[in-house]
Every structure is written in structure tokens, then in C-alpha cells.
């Protein structure tokens, strides 16, 4: 702590200090960098007035005499026009003497001392830089020459007042004052350039914007005197007209923000209306949330979480630029709106409050981006919004049941892509995933339903993708497990491919897509069948020969089927290898995807199969079966107009 020394020709008792070296390097980088942050005084100042009251209502717990007969806290906002003066005053814990050398002449977090010792000289300059750490009370010396505080502390006798004045330079002064009432009033006299202008703190609705954007939320009144408006009384009886009136102050105080924050409320508290009306307010919907979840969170961080799940999806969802995430305050101290960090991507449809009181006040995205403890909260996010998805998806109530089949219509997609962005969760996610299957065409089969129903020695959960119901239903690969009974999921969302291959198994039992690698029924197929494959294989090896030279480049493969019934070909591509609609889809969206071949498959039984051998077409016809393969896969024709010439020739003859 600093020396004192006599200040000469003053109040004998007035003592002058310098600041510590830290804090007088802090004051130079406040004022240089932050200018174009200026507004965070007033939530600083704020901020610090609360903490204050809160302090006191701590302290008060265990001796209640520390109110004085003032038992309701308040923060109060005074601005003088000619003094030029912007007072913030509270009757909270307050201060003595050595609380305001202690206080307001040191840093006491050492993380902000080897914060500053860090920084570069280029660093120094940067106001976002420099905002990321707690400026606090120092932030008045941006828009003030001179701050001058004075303050009595709790429970201390009136005469026991400090008054601690600073132009923020280099030091400061204390000298004893007498003052009656309990708490601090903190007065900065504004730099002419924040007195005038569009920089004038001395507008009084400037400052009311700043306590609305940035503090609505401190829980306690903030007041700020009341101004109405005046007539223009008009004195000439001949001469009513109107000349315009003026807003005048009175001595009444109003409170100008909401102050109660309604997540720091018990939930048994507030009824389902509230909560509604809350959540329009944040969120701009007109509509209610589909449903919400609000707790205290204790553990490595605590922190508040109220999050909301909207019924619908914005329109904006699956672009880019789609702002998301959740409203963060640090003791509800509003800090910022869509911090992302605080949810996975694919959790960015749901909307809320973070309220922490272990962040740092001016935390900023960049810090957000590095924190352990914003990875504890957002881990916890994804944790606790899974849970409330799978009480409404397991739940016997019908009301929550249909709640979800609507968030399911609406996100279904979304969370499938937390199947590859949150390995953690992973099986989690899966629970919640719904689908058509072969047997059952709404989307409202999960994986454990298909277990339930698998058939005797069904080794693996058969699954099938393609652009849509009727095409996953009319589907060649589905042949086989029709006619011998096996329900397979019907995925037909975009994502459905992608997603997958984060997916392996489920709950211990293998996921196999249908239409990639062969066909492995396992114990499913009988001895004769794999006999007679084998037989079919040897005699169309001729026929296979020849449509590998017939298609070239096109197919990779060809080899004799054992999962087609009905249709003479289809195309199958390797296990962990992309289909070509996948492919197409990834080209579609500017990425590089290596071209990959896929196998053609023939059915040994089919008429059509059987007449390639002895035909004079074989080329045509060899082209046109893979065409017709690759149509019924969803695939697109490279070349249509030559695939309608064969077909047409093939007809004529
Ligand atoms: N209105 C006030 N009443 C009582 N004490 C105050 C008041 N304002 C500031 N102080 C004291 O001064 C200290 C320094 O304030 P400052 O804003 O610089 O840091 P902080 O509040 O501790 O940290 P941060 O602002 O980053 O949360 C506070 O810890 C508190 O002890």
C-alpha cells in the first residue's frame, strides 16, 4: 500500500497516497483503450453498488442493527447538469478509511495483476483486450477527471465517514468526513468531451438506456428522479396556442429498471406465466416455448441456467451466419446476448440465461472461447437439456409424449448432428432419435423400440437411408429382408447419412447400413441359401465377367447378389464409404469428395438377368440396368437422354 503524506495547505487531515504501481498502470490503459467502451461505467459502477447491498444484507444476516432503520437497499442515479456530476449512490455495506485506501488504491485480484504483466505493448492498445478483465471501479476514470467517493461504513458511528478523491493519475486523497446515512455515493465529474455532444452522460435518458440494456436485472431498484412533463402555461388570455412544454425534474425517485431477475427466484416461485412472459421478452416469440428448465447448478462452477426449448424452428436455422446461443450475466449483471460458447452447435435452437457468478465481469467471447469453466456450463447445458428431451420422450403422459413428436418434427435434424459434434453424448442423443421403419410409417421408432422387436438370432439393427419414405419403401436393398420379415429403419433426412457414421452400434448391438458392404444376415440365413449363392455366383460368372467390361469405369464392381427378390440389380458401395447421394450432396455444398465407384449387384433369379447371356444388346442393356440401379438408389442420371435412347431401342425391338 502506498505511503501517506501531509497534503499541504489543507484540511490537516487530508491525506494523500499514490496509487500502488499496478493500478496506476490499469488507470493509464483504462483511459487510453477503453474510450470506445466508454458506457461500461455505468455498469460497472452499478455492479459494484449492488454487490455492496449485497455485502450488507450478508453481514446483516448475523447482526441486523447494521440496516440502521434503512432496510430497503436501493441504488440511486443522480446526474447535475452544472456541477456536470453523475453520482451513483447505495446504502449498502459502505466503507471507512482504510477499507477506501485497501479498496480503491490496490487491485486485489492477482489474476488481473499477472493479467497486465503479460500483455504486449500493442496489447495495451486493445480496448476488447483490455475490456476482458475486471476494470471495475477504475471504469469511471474513462469519462471522469476527477471521481470523488464518499462513504461510512455499516454500523460505524456517523463522524467515521471517508471521502476519497482522485484524478487518476497518480494518486489519491483521503480525509475523514461526517455522514449520516450508510453506503457509498461514488460522483464523477465528467470530462468535457462526456459532457456534451453525443457523448453526454449528462442526459438522463442516455443513462436510463445504459441501466436498461446492461443492469435490468440487478435485483434491486434503481432510481433515478422522476422528470415530467410540463405544459407551457400560456399568460395571454388572447392567445391560446400551444407553444410546447418541457420535461421537468421533480424531487420525486422512480425506479427505472425491472429489478427482479427471474432466474435468481426459486422456480417454486413462479408460475408458468412468468415464465412464458420471460421468455418473449428475451426472445422476441410471439409464440409460448414448447417447454423450459430452470436450476441451480452446484459444482466446479456454479451458475443459474434457464433454458428455454421454442416450438418452432427459426427459419434461419441452417445457415451459417444464424446468431444462437444463450443471454450471459455474471451476477445478474448483464454481460452478453448470444454467447455460443455456452451451448453446443446443435443445441442452438434453445434460448435462456446463464447467470454465473464465477466468470469475471468483463469476460469477453475470446476468454469465453478458453475457459474451463464455460466448458463446465456448456457440457452441463447439453447434459441438462438431453435429460429434459428424454423425460419428454420416455414419459407416460400423453401431453409430454406430443410434446415431444413436436420438438422431434421440428429439431429432429438438428440433434442428429450432435451424434458427430458431442462424442460424450452420443448415446444420449440416440435414445432421443425417432424414425419410420419398414413396418411402421410415422417417425416414432426409436433404436430401443426396434431392439424390442427384432427377430429370434437378429444380430444387428438394419437400417436403410434415401431422400424419402417412398423411396427408402420401394427400395432394392429392402428386398431380401422383406420376404424374410426383418423390420429395417427407414432414415430419409439429409442428414441421416452423416450422422451414422458417428453411430456404430447402439447400446451394444451393431447398426448396419443396408445398401453399404454384403449382406450379413447371420444366422437369418439358412445353410440352403448360402448354398445355393454360392452355386449362383459359379454360373453367372460369365455373364459378371462380361458386365465388368461392359460398364468400365462405372462400377467397381460387379458380383451376384443375395439380397434382391424382385428387382434385377442394385448399386452397393463399401462399408465406411460414401454413397453417391452423399456424395453428390457434399459436391452440391462446394466440397472436395474423391469420386468413389459403387458395386452393382444382380439377381441371379431375375428374367432379366437371365437373358443378359444369350442377348445381342448386352452393352445397352448392361448400361441400362445400372441406370435403372442407380435411379432406384434416389442416384441421378449423368447422361438421361442416352439412358431413354437405349430403353427406347430395347422397346422397338
Ligand atoms: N459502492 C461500493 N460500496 C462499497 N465498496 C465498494 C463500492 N465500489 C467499490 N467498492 C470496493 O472497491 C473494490 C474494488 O472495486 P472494483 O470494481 O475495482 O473491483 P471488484 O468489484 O472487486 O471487481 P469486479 O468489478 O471486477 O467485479 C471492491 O471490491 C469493493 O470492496
Known amino acids: ?63 441486523d442493527s447494521l440496516y440502521e432503520d434503512d432496510g430497503e437497499l436501493k441504488i440511486r442515479i443522480a446526474v447535475d447538469e452544472d456541477a456536470k456530476t453523475i453520482t451513483f449512490t447505495d446504502n449498502g455495506i459502505g466503507m471507512n478509511e482504510t477499507d477506501a485506501i485497501e479498496n480503491l488504491g490496490t487491485i486485489a485480484k492477482s489474476g488481473t495483476k499477472a493479467f497486465l504483466d503479460k500483455l504486449s505493448e500493442s496489447q495495451k492498445q486493445d480496448g476488447q483486450l483490455i475490456g476482458q478483465f475486471g476494470v471495475g471501479f477504475y471504469s469511471g476514470f474513462i469519462v471522469a477527471d476527477t471521481i470523488s467517493v464518499e462513504s461510512r461504513k455499516a454500523g460505524e458511528p456517523a463522524d467515521k465517514g471517508v471521502r476519497w478523491v482522485s484524478d487518476g493519475t497518480g494518486s489519491f486523497t483521503v480525509e475523514p468526513i461526517t455522514k449520516d446515512t450508510r453506503g457509498t455515493a461514488i460522483t464523477l465529474h465528467l470530462k468535457e468531451e462526456y459532457s456534451e455532444g453525443e457523448d453526454n452522460y449528462l442526459d438522463r435518458s442516455k443513462i436510463k438506456r445504459l441501466v436498461n440494456k446492461y443492469s435490468d436485472h440487478i435485483s434491486l431498484p434503481i432510481q433515478m428522479r422522476k422528470e415530467i412533463w410540463q405544459e407551457d402555461v400560456v399568460d395571454d388570455e388572447n392567445d391560446d396556442t400551444p407553444t410546447g412544454g418541457e420535461m421537468v425534474l421533480t424531487d420525486e425517485w422512480e425506479t427505472i429498471n425491472k429489478a427482479s431477475a427471474l432466474w435468481t427466484r426459486s422456480s417454486s416461485e413462479i408460475d408458468d406465466d412468468e415464465y412464458v412472459d420471460f421468455y418473449k421478452n428475451i426472445t422476441y416469440d410471439m409464440d409460448a416455448p414448447l417447454t423450459w428448465t430452470h436450476n441451480r447448478v452446484e459444482g466446479r462452477v456454479q451458475y443459474t441456467q434457464l433454458l428455454y426449448i421454442p416450438k418452432k424452428a427459426p427459419m434461419d436455422l441452417y445457415t ?26 446443435y443445441l442452438r435452437f434453445v434460448k435462456g440465461v446463464i447467470d454465473s457468478a464465477d466468470l469475471p465481469l468483463n469476460v469477453s467471447r475470446e476468454l469465453l472461447q478458453e475457459s474451463r469453466d464455460v466448458k463446465s456450463i456448456r457440457d452441463g447445458n447439453a447434459r441438462r437439456i438431453l435429460t429434459l428431451l428424454a423425460s419428454l420422450a ?66 444387428a439393427i438394419y437400417y436403410l437411408t434415401a431422400d424419402n419414405l417412398a423411396a427408402a419403401k420401394n427400395s432394392p ?28 452400434s447402439f447400446d451394444e448391438t451393431p447398426l448396419q447400413n443396408i ?7 447371420g444366422d437369418l440365413q439358412d445353410e440352403a441359401e448360402k448354398a445355393e449363392a454360392e452355386k449362383a455366383e459359379e454360373t453367372l460368372k460369365p455373364v459378371v465377367d462380361k458386365l465388368k467390361t461392359a460398364l468400365g469405369e462405372r462400377a467397381k464392381d460387379v458380383k451376384v447378389s443375395t439380397r434382391l427378390v424382385d428387382s434385377p440389380a442394385c448399386l452397393v458401395v463399401g462399408e465406411g464409404e460414401l454413397s453417391p447421394q452423399m456424395i453428390q450432396m457434399l459436391q452440391q455444398m462446394g466440397q472436395d469428395v474423391p469420386a468413389s465407384k459403387p458395386t452393382l449387384e444382380v439377381n441371379p433369379d431375375h428374367p432379366l438377368i437371365k437373358k443378359l447371356e444369350s442377348s445381342e444388346q448386352f452393352d445397352d442393356l448392361a ?20 439412358y431413354l435412347k437405349r430403353v427406347n431401342e430395347l422397346l422397338m425391338r
Open 1 to 63: 500500500m502506498s505511503e501517506a503524506t501531509q497534503a499541504e495547505g489543507l484540511n490537516p487531515e487530508l491525506k494523500k497516497h499514490t496509487f500502488e504501481a499496478e493500478v496506476a498502470q490499469l488507470l493509464h490503459l483504462v483511459t487510453h483503450s477503453l474510450y470506445s467502451n466508454a458506457d461500461i461505467f455505468v455498469r460497472e459502477l452499478v455492479s459494484n453498488a449492488s454487490d455492496a447491498c449485497d455485502k450488507l444484507r450478508f453481514e446483516a444476516t448475523n447482526d
Open 320 to 345: 451459417r451466419e444464424q446468431q444462437h446461443g444463450l443471454k450471459l450475466y455474471v451476477k445478474r449483471v448483464f454481460i452478453m446476448d448470444d454467447a455460443e460458447q455456452l451451448l453446443p452447435m
Open 394 to 459: 420416455n414419459s407416460e403422459d400423453s401431453d409430454k409424449q406430443e410434446k415431444f413428436a413436436q420438438f422431434y418434427a421440428e429439431f429432429g435434424d438438428v440433434i442428429k448432428e450432435g451424434l458427430g459434434e458431442d462424442a460424450g453424448n452420443k448415446e444420449r442423443i440416440a435414445k432421443l432419435l425417432r424414425y419410420a421403419t419398414s413396418t411402421q410409417d410415422g417417425l416414432e421408432t426409436s433404436f430401443e423400440d426396434y431392439k424390442a422387436r427384432m427377430k429370434e438370432g437378429q444380430k
Open 477 to 504: 436393398q429392402l428386398e431380401l429382408f422383406k420376404k424374410k420379415g426383418i423390420e429395417v429403419i427407414l432414415m430419409t433426412s439429409r442428414v441421416d447419412e452423416w450422422a451414422m457414421n458417428f453411430l456404430t
Open 515 to 521: 445398401a453399404k458392404g454384403a449382406v450379413d444376415l
Open 623 to 642: 448400361q441400362v440396368i445400372f441406370d435403372q440401379a442407380l435411379l432406384a438408389d434416389g442416384g441421378q442420371l449423368e447422361d438421361p437422354a442416352a
